[in-house]
């Protein structure tokens, strides 16, 4: 026999919103995928060399190996103190060549460890979107390239992210934060907009610049109490 029934309603904006930071926890975890499947298939290369004896090839491979792995921790190592954002960073970069991105990092200051794991998850947030984001819009480019800038002062972060992609119109840059703002279909636009909410939730701030045809710039701006949890 029925009794009763009960509904809960939610609101659809919060709904993507928590669907979004669950994304964001995918993005790491798919990051980390592709850095296993990357070393599965070096160590298949290596098994071949050394079954068929190819023992000087399998020697050039090695130290090409070696000199990729040591050049690219260090350049993330060196600007990077933050054991999670750096390893974050080093899996995207082999997400990125499996797609035939260049990625070039750069920094003036060192991003120290953070202060509390809610900073960690937001730095999350931020650097796998903006850096999902350039690494779509390159795709189709002539050169697919993405630069990523650490500048620390001892009150601020600043994190660039810079594309060759096809760019941005004036009033694209002006509303790409905006909620459900997308060019890619239905269901999606929400990424940025939640990348707005984690850098309002450090204080901080993040502009986007964009010449059609010239690729795209986006800046976050974080006070560095807030990364430290002193904020």
């Not at 790409?176 to 939730?201: C, H, M, P, Q």
Request: proline fraction near 3%.
């Amino acid at each position: 026999v029925r009794v009763g029934a009960i509904s809960t309603f939610r609101d659809m904006t919060e709904m993507r919103e928590l669907a979004e930071r669950i994304t964001g926890i995918n993005r790491y975890v798919d990051a980390l995928r592709s850095q296993s499947h990357e070393f599965m298939n070096k160590l298949h290369v290596i098994y071949g060399l050394l079954r068929t004896r190819k023992i000087p090839e399998l020697d050039a491979y090695l130290e090409g190996l070696m000199n990729l792995k040591q050049a690219e921790e260090r350049s993330i190592t060196e600007a990077v103190r933050d054991p999670v954002i750096a390893g974050f960073m080093t899996s995207k970069c082999v997400r990125a060549r499996e797609l035939g991105i260049g990625v070039q990092l750069s920094h003036s200051g060192i991003l120290p460890p953070r202060g509390a794991n809610n900073a960690a998850n937001g730095l999350v947030t931020i650097l796998g979107n903006l850096l999902d984001n350039a690494m779509e819009a390159v795709e189709n480019s002539p050169v697919k390239e993405v630069r990523v800038r650490f500048e620390v002062t001892p009150d601020v972060a600043v994190i660039t992210v810079e594309d060759t992609g096809a760019g941005l119109e004036q009033e694209e840059c002006a509303g790409i934060f905006a909620k459900g703002w997308s060019t890619k279909g239905e269901n999606r636009g929400y990424g940025l907009w939640v990348v707005l909410k984690a850098v309002d939730e450090f204080d901080g701030s993040i502009d986007v610049t964009g010449t059609p045809g010239s690729g795209s710039t986006f800046q976050v701006t974080l006070p560095l109490a807030g990364l430290l949890g002193d904020g």
